[in-house]
């Protein structure tokens, strides 16, 4: 048994396991590959642009928010980054130790904390990221003219779907209980 499934197989095999199963095999199709793209594409980067850097995906991400916004509450960042504030932790200090991200309390609540680039951090996503989008192009590259866009512009509507009714879609399938906590790696001892 191979470890490794094409797309064409693994979309094969789905199609025997769900056999009469109702099913939007059209919904089922597009947020899959939304993943499976997704997956490979960083996947990708990180072993192209990311590593001779030095970063992992999640610390460019959050390089890469940092540099964008310039200042940035730590609460934001992870937010902006899509990871946890307890991810994040760990990549700010790593960033730190390599001296490329300064964090200060902010000014007006000292639980809070900010986030900016240092001139390291800042030369580095300078010299970094016209070889980061050197491969966004590649990736891009079997699309015809205006499909990249056309992409963007679809995967941007289905963000902003969620963006604005997402929580209300929660609501409606949970009611009043609250939406339980991601399983952690460890368990609680009894």
């Known amino acids: 048994m191979p470890a490794h499934y094409s ?4 979309e094969e095999a789905v199609k025997r396991r769900l056999g009469d199963i109702a099913v939007r095999h059209d919904a089922l199709a597009a947020v899959s590959n939304i993943h499976r793209a997704a997956s490979a594409v960083r ?10 850097a030095g970063l992992t995906w999640s610390a460019f991400v959050v ?14 960042a992870a937010s902006e980054a899509g990871i946890s504030k307890g ?8 960033l730190e130790s390599r001296d490329l991200v300064e964090r200060r309390q902010h000014p007006d609540d000292g639980r809070r904390a900010l986030l900016k680039l240092t001139p390291e951090g800042l030369s ?10 050197g491969e966004e192009a590649f990736v891009v590259e079997e699309l015809a ?17 969620l963006e604005e009714k997402g929580e209300e879609r929660r609501g ?19």
């Not at 996503?125 to 070889?131: D, V």
Request: negative net charge.
């Open 7 to 10: 797309l064409s197989e693994t």
């Open 43 to 52: 996947q990708h980067l990180e072993n192209s642009a990311l590593r001779p």
């Open 63 to 76: 390089l890469w928010v940092v540099w964008i916004w310039e200042e940035i509450e730590t609460r934001h």
């Open 87 to 94: 991810t994040l932790t760990g990549i700010i200090k790593t």
């Open 124 to 133: 580095l996503m300078e010299r970094l990221f016209p070889a980061f989008n």
């Open 145 to 161: 003219p205006g499909e990249a866009l056309q992409l963007a512009d679809t995967l941007r509507r289905i963000v902003t779907h």
């Open 172 to 190: 409606d399938l949970l009611g009043d209980e609250p939406v339980p906590p991601r399983p952690g790696g460890r368990r609680r001892s009894s």
